[in-house]
């Protein structure tokens, strides 16, 4: 299956792009990558190698586009936050549907991000932890 975009209505018409590697047909788990502030998606592709990295070990990697290049991480700075945007609302239903489209094991299930999508991942911890294995952020 080649690389894909996709959509959720969650505060507005919300998109994300999702790589999964082309020998694989069930993945072994889903990693969701947050973008650092100000980042897009693509940059986030080219800066960390997560889609050879999917490649190599064989798991669905999304990634979801913050609100304004950003995430409400709760520290009160970000446009996402100023806006009230609900993120763990955005991620908890993409999780949904790329576990229910792609038969994932609810239990294989990870988040990592850079900067304020590091943050966030802290923040997907607390209020996910029990939709989510691991978070690997990186400040």
């Not at 991480?73 to 763990?88: H, L, T």
Request: proline share 5%; glycine share 10%.
């Amino acid at each position: 299956m080649p690389d894909w975009s996709d959509t959720l209505d969650v505060d507005g018409r919300r998109s994300y792009t999702c790589h999964l590697p082309a020998q694989v047909t069930v993945p072994v788990a889903l990693v969701v990558a947050l973008h650092g502030r100000n980042l897009t998606v693509d940059e986030m592709r080219r800066i960390t190698h997560l889609d050879t990295i999917a490649d190599r070990h064989g798991f669905l990697i999304a990634y979801p586009e913050g609100h304004g290049r950003s995430w409400n991480d709760r520290r009160g700075n970000s446009p996402a936050e100023q806006e009230g945007v609900d993120d763990v609302r955005f991620i908890g239903r993409l999780i949904d549907r790329l576990v229910e489209q792609h038969g994932i094991a609810p239990d294989r299930i990870g988040v990592t991000g850079l900067s304020n999508g590091a943050v966030m991942c802290h923040r997907l911890g607390l209020e996910l932890g029990d939709r989510i294995a691991v978070i690997a952020p990186v400040r």
